[in-house]
């Protein structure tokens, strides 16, 4: 062996050994690791998609909203943003928020962000899609939550019942939680799909949430998308 290959295998190690340490360090523990997963599928039309939106960034940077994840043992929780339909599509990727300075950046990066899409209903793709997601955060975590919102019934994609089974199979600590919204609109183009024999919100109850104490809440049309979705989200990061 040469000098000079000798000197190029040092200086190989010396670099992997220098990533070693960081490599090796533990990742974040947060209080609550959160999928907020948001329904942006054809039966929503763009007035009803800007009051949503509108909705998520005002429950983020409620004051009750940002006490609660302030109040955890860590005292901060990480969040993720989904829109969803027939694809799915990471509008914001793994955040830290800790105070209403970083819940005001969450508030703004979103209402930057164009819609995703305006296809199908997939439901079960979502949930699959939202539980990768969970499984290759970047933060540590005890309690980890799917928060689902949506005004129809899945039409496409993965089944929803067993696709919940599937994910909460794989992780006893995970919970999906629905957030209905009663969408009364004339220029819905199925009421089918949006009004189910039964109604929604029990369609949500039977074939999407589960999880210990996982619950689906109601908002009566978009108007009160966003009190609804803070309400939801103080219960969600309160439980424990």
Known sequence: MTVTTKRALLAGLALVLSWAPALAQPKQ???LLLVLAADVSRSINDSEFALQRKGYASAMTDSRVVRAMKSGQYGRIAVTFVEWSDEQDVLIDWMIID??????QFAEQLASKP??????TAIGSAIRFAAGLLANAPFVAERKVIDISGDGTSNC????????????NKDGDLVINGLVIINDSPNVLSQEHTHPPGGL???YRSKVMGG???F????NGFQTFGQSLANK???EIAMR
């Open 216 to 219: 689906v809440m109601v908002a």
């Open 157 to 168: 994609g993965w089944d929803v019942a067993g696709s919940r089974d599937m994910v909460l």
């Open 233 to 235: 989200m103080i219960a």
């Open 29 to 31: 523990t947060v209080d």
């Open 201 to 203: 919100e029990n369609y």
């Open 212 to 214: 210990a104490g996982a």
């Open 99 to 104: 105070d209403h300075h970083s819940a005001r």
């Open 115 to 120: 819609r995703s899409f305006g296809g199908g």
